[in-house]
Each structure stands twice: as C-alpha cells, then as structure tokens.
C-alpha cells in the first residue's frame, strides 16, 4: 500500500473513533487526544511527501585478467596464440553482458539469447579494420539492431574455470559449440614450433589490417589481474612526415612542446604527442624538418594509430 493511501486510512479509523467516543463518553480531554493524533500523521504525511527516497545504485567492476606486454620466451611451443582483436572487451557474468569498467552493455535480446550461464572473457567485434564501427554501435544509447547483426561476442577465456589454459581451451570449444547461437564464437586458438613461426603469424595479421597477437601459457590458471602468463605483442610500422606546427604543452610541459603538427607525403596531418624526451621537448625538432614516428596501424580514413615521435630523419649528403 502507497504512503498517502496508509495515512488515509489511518486519518478515517481515528476519525471514526474520534466521534463515537465523544458520543460514548462524553470526554472533552479524550476528544482533544484524538485530534491532536490526526493532526499527528498529517505532519507525518508531509514528512513522506517532502522527502524523497534514496535509491544508492552500486556496480562490481568484474575482476579480470589483464596481458602484460611481449618480452622474448624461453619455449614459445608452451604458448597458445591467437590474433588480438580490435574490439571493446566484455564480461559476461551468466546474466548480462558488461564492460571491463562493470558498465551493463545493452544488446537487443536476441543478442545473449541461447548464451550459457557461464562467465565468458571475450570481445565484441565485428571485423578487422571496424573498431570505430564497433565502438559506435556498443556506445549508442539506444539499442541499433541493424548494427548488432554484424557484432559477435568472441571469446578467449573463462574467468571461473579451475582448469589450465589448455584445458579452458577445450571447455571453450564445447560451449561454442553446443550454444545455438551465431553471435557467440571463440577466438581461434593455435600453437608455433620457433619463434620465426611467430614473425610470419604476426606479419601475416598486420599485414592484413590486424592489431596484433596475443600469447597465453597453456600451463596457467586464469589470474585476476595484470599477469605474464599472457602477453600482448603488436608490430609497430613506420612512417615520416613534416613538421608545420609546434603545439605548447601544459602542466608539466608549460613552455616546452606539446605535440608536432605534422604532414605525410600523401597529404595526411595529424599530431603527434609522445615519445619526446624532456630534452626534445625543450629543443623540439624544426619546422619544415622530417621526422620518422612509429605506429600501430591506421584507420579507416589512413590515419595512423597512435603514432609516436622516433626520431628526425638522417639528412643524406
């Protein structure tokens, strides 16, 4: 029953009895208490009018494993390997979908319909080179149905399972396979003999618009947190460009460089932001010089992904 109907109620019984006590009775005192009670919960009713429920919303950031970056292996052939999509990671928990910051990811329902109670590590995606696409149809804040068609959930770990990589492997494999659902897959997983099986995969993948590959140590439990039992390893390219502009830098770098304004060959600008050193930054290179950055791919309109300054080019005699 609502607030405002209790106190009704409440004001009728009191009244009611109010009048045959008077009657009965004959009490002036007992009739003044009576009143003073109703005048009572109509103070209260005010009370419940003019103060608001609180409603205190929490979320639980899910607790997941996070890669640390390529450094050289003593056996690579202990490793699984799989190409590191470009995506938005996602949780789910066995109920909903969530991001890595615990935000609930709204999807059309026919989206997780079929998907097992299990917790599932994983991406969302859609294809190579559609991480903007991605982004934008996971961030609308109305549900695109149209877009959600070309979105998959791939996964790439168990959170809860007790079993080695190897083992999560297969348990991955058989949750794919017997879910009758087209929008939950499994990243491919596989393995090399020596480390120049690892160059080609790695090449093959840039070379083809991929962000990179990940490693995982077929002998590790999953680990919440930050762990070298996976690894991250991307292919950085290079470029040059010439610098137009100097941007001035804040805070810390008040009065130094901030970012080159530059412009490739092709007629691309961009800026550029990090890997100066203080002392480059002091002395940053000259406008109309050419510098060599490095990066990570590049988007759909040519531009480089975070590109970083190297060096300025060797100037040949």
Known sequence: MGSYAAVFVLKLILMFTLSTTVFALQDPSLSNKLINSAHSIDSI???????????????????????KTYQAVDDITKYWLSEKLDGMRGYWNGTELLSRQGN??????WFTQYWPVTAMDGELWMARGQFQATMSCVRKKYIDEQCWKSVRFMIFDLPNHAGTFTQRISAMRHITRKTPSKTLAMIPQF??????QLT???NDIVINHGEGMMLHLGSAHYHRGKTSNIL???KHQDGEATVIAH??????????????????????????????????????PAIGSIITYQYNGTTLSGLPRFARYWRVRAVTK
Not at 104 to 109: D, E, G, H, L, V
Not at 191 to 196: A, I
């Open 104 to 109: 609930k990811i709204y999807t059309p329902k």
């Open 200 to 202: 080609q995969q790695l």
């Open 45 to 67: 009713a005010g009370n419940v009018k003019s103060s608001p429920a609180t409603i205190v919303v929490t979320k639980s950031i899910p607790q997941l494993q996070h890669a």
């Open 232 to 234: 991250k390893l991307k």
């Open 247 to 284: 941007l001035a830098g804040k805070g810390k770098y008040t009065n130094m460089l901030g970012a080159l304004k530059v412009k490739t060959a092709q007629g691309l600008v961009f800026k550029i932001g990090s890997g100066f050193s203080d002392q480059e930054r002091a002395n940053p």
């Open 191 to 196: 393995t090399v003999q020596n480390l120049t």
